[in-house]
Nanobody
Framework: QVQLVESGGGLVQPGGSLRLSCTAS????????MTWYRQAPGKERELVAG???????NYADSVKGRFTISRTNVKNTVYLQMNSLKPEDTAVYYC?????????WGKGTLVTVSS
């Protein structure tokens, strides 16, 4: 079955960096786009960044220039490099794949940006 497992979250000071990872299994990873979402307390889940199977990327305006999404197909892993973190980046970050019109989600990893 499809599984998505996020890791790399934690507590970081404003201006700091973190790299999130999402390791996938149960499907042919290289054939599918992958997306990072986040959900802050009391807010709706929002798209952060996506990467197509061909490596094309897109970003939310709020993270452009600070976050970078990438993928390593040999490791079935998608990454989110987050730099210049702000308190408003605090959220649970989720990995997503849409396979045969079905949404799959990981359990999420918490990122807290605070001094």
């Amino acid at each position: 079955q499809v599984q998505l497992v996020e890791s790399g979250g934690g507590l970081v000071q404003p201006g700091g960096s973190l790299r999130l990872s999402c390791t996938a299994s149960g499907f042919t990873f290289r054939n599918y786009a992958m997306t990072w979402y986040r959900q802050a307390p009391g807010k709706e889940r929002e798209l952060v960044a996506g990467i197509s199977s061909a490596g094309r990327t897109n970003y939310a305006d709020s993270v452009k220039g600070r976050f970078t999404i990438s993928r390593t197909n040999v490791k079935n892993t998608v990454y989110l490099q987050m730099n210049s973190l702000k308190p408003e980046d605090t959220a649970v970050y989720y990995c997503n794949a849409v396979i045969n019109v079905v949404d799959y989600w990981g359990k999420g990893t918490l990122v807290t940006v605070s001094s």
